[in-house]
């Protein structure tokens, strides 16, 4: 009985609570255990209204921030790290849609195989885009002047950077590698021809 009462309070006088820092979308950006397209386009959404948000105050940033040298550090490792996020996103929609062979026995579905691998290569650009972002933001952050400051709230931040400087972390080559076997399959499956088959 208690459980109807309950359900039966008007929802409006629930407080609500204003999204409008970089900080708080990124928060709202989350990994799940099976990756749908669905999810993928909410996390990208959420990813990108947090490029497109102001900082909050470097009070509520996500590391201890105590001047202004450090303040300009963790927006750019922020910024990167949200452009790998959108990077790992758009490279799981493009596995989605991506044919990794032709198999001669998909000849009935050719015309939709090439919409689709047309798809993946529309996403594997965007990622490509992203991780041009996230490089330059990462470059950015390891620049001379930031060498000696360490933000450990957000070490793994630092630690992506590190990578990219080094070219341990090169998306750029991966997504390369993904377009060059797509253009593979995609002649493979434009020389279908119906008497072969």
């Known amino acids: 009985m208690a459980l109807l009462t ?67 550090k963790y927006r ?8 790998l ?6 490279l799981n929609l493009a596995a989605k849609y991506d044919k990794f062979n032709a198999h001669f026995h998909n000849y009935p579905w050719k015309s939709a195989n090439l919409d689709s691998l047309k798809s993946a290569e ?15 933001y990462g470059e950015t952050a390891r620049e001379r002047r930031f060498r000696w400051i360490h933000l ?4 793994f931040w630092e630690d992506e950077a590190f990578r990219i400087e080094n070219e341990e972390l090169d998306y750029g080559d991966i997504i ?4 060059a076997r797509l253009e593979r399959v995609r002649s493979g499956f ?5 008497e072969t088959y």
């Open 190 to 194: 434009a020389s279908m021809d119906y």
């Open 76 to 83: 750019n490792l922020f910024s990167m790290h949200v452009y």
């Open 152 to 155: 450990d709230e957000i070490q």
């Open 6 to 72: 309950l359900l039966m309070l008007p929802v409006a006088n629930l407080p609500a609570w204003k999204i409008e820092y970089a900080e708080q979308f990124y928060k709202l950006y989350h990994q799940h255990m099976y990756r749908y397209p669905e999810e993928s386009a909410e996390n990208l959404w959420y990813l990108s209204m947090a490029l497109k948000s102001p900082f909050a105050n470097p009070l509520n940033a996500l590391a201890k921030i105590e001047n202004e040298l450090e303040w300009e």
């Open 85 to 90: 996020r959108i990077v790992s996103e758009y």
């Open 176 to 179: 390369a590698v993904h377009l």
């Open 122 to 136: 529309a996403y594997y650009k965007l990622a490509l885009e992203s991780w041009e972002m996230a490089r330059l």
